[in-house]
T-cell receptor, first 113, second 111 residues
Framework: DTGVSQNPRHKITKRGQNVTFRCDPISEHNRLYWYRQTLGQGPEFLTYFQNEAQLEKSRLLSDRFSAERPKGSFSTLEIQRTEQGDSAMYLC???????????FGEGSWLTVV | GQQLNQSPQSMFIQEGEDVSMNCTSSSIFNTWLWYKQEPGEGPVLLIALYKAGELTSNGRLTAQFGITRKDSFLNISASIPSDVGIYFCAGRETSYDKVIFGPGTSLSVIP
C-alpha cells in the first residue's frame, strides 16, 4: 500500500464552477477525514467518515460542500459554485476506526480565479 | 470550541543547535500527534503520544505528553538543514473523535 492518495493534485477553476476531489485512503483504514488548509494556517477539520457513514461535519462545511464515501473505500469532496475564498489545499487523511493516528495524503490544491 | 496554541510561531536556528517547541490546549486531550509539513506537501506524522507523561523518541526527535493532558512538547536535537519545515501539533479531545491542529511552528535552519 502506498498510503493515502489524492487527485487531482492541483486544480484551477473559474469562480462559479463545480470541482470534485477524490481520496483513496490506506486500504485497511475504516476512517477517512477531510481537512482544509490555507497558507500560514494549520489544517482545519471539515468532516469524517467511518466506513460509508458521515459521522461529523464542521460548521466550516457550507451547503456548497458535499462529501461522500459510498462504498466505504474512496471518498469524494465536491464544491459547488466555487468562490475565491474556497482557494486552499484540501487534505484527506485516514485511520483505523479505533486508532488515534491519522495519516495524510499529499493534498489537492484548489485555486479559484 | 477546541483550540490549540503553539509556540514559538517561528524559529531561526544555527545548524547543530537543539530545538524545543510546545503546544497547549484549553481542554484535556487523550492523544497528541506531531507532524511536519514541507511546502506543497501533506503533513507527515513524526510522533504519536497516547498516555499522560509518555515520552517518545523518533531518531533526533523527542516528544512528551504533558501530565496535565493539556500540553505537549517536541524537541529536535542537533538540527540539520532538512529539518526545515512547519511543525504542527494535533490532538484529540477526550469527548470528540476528530483531530484538531495547532497553527504550526515554522523552523528555519541556517547552515
Amino acid at each position: 500500500d502506498t498510503g493515502v492518495s489524492q487527485n487531482p493534485r492541483h486544480k484551477i477553476t473559474k469562480r462559479g464552477q463545480n470541482v470534485t476531489f477524490r481520496c483513496d485512503p490506506i486500504s485497511e483504514h475504516n476512517r477517512l477525514y477531510w481537512y482544509r488548509q490555507t497558507l500560514g494556517q494549520g489544517p482545519e477539520f471539515l468532516t469524517y467518515f467511518q466506513n460509508e457513514a458521515q459521522l461529523e461535519k464542521s460548521r466550516l462545511l457550507s451547503d456548497r460542500f458535499s462529501a461522500e464515501r459510498p462504498k466505504g473505500s474512496f471518498s469524494t469532496l465536491e464544491i459547488q459554485r466555487t468562490e475565491q475564498g474556497d482557494s486552499a489545499m484540501y487534505l484527506c487523511a485516514s485511520s483505523f476506526a479505533k486508532g488515534n493516528t491519522i495519516y495524510f495524503g499529499e493534498g489537492s490544491w484548489l485555486t479559484v480565479v | 470550541g477546541q483550540q490549540l496554541n503553539q509556540s514559538p510561531q517561528s524559529m531561526f536556528i544555527q545548524e547543530g543547535e537543539d530545538v524545543s517547541m510546545n503546544c497547549t490546549s484549553s481542554s484535556i486531550f487523550n492523544t497528541w500527534l506531531w507532524y511536519k509539513q514541507e511546502p506543497g506537501e501533506g503533513p507527515v506524522l513524526l510522533i504519536a503520544l497516547y498516555k499522560a507523561g509518555e515520552l517518545t523518541s523518533n531518531g533526533r526527535l523527542t516528544a512528551q505528553f504533558g501530565i496535565t493532558r493539556k500540553d505537549s512538547f517536541l524537541n529536535i536535537s542537533a538540527s540539520i538543514p532538512s529539518d526545515v519545515g512547519i511543525y504542527f501539533c494535533a490532538g484529540r479531545e477526550t469527548s470528540y473523535d476528530k483531530v484538531i491542529f495547532g497553527p504550526g511552528t515554522s523552523l528555519s535552519v541556517i547552515p
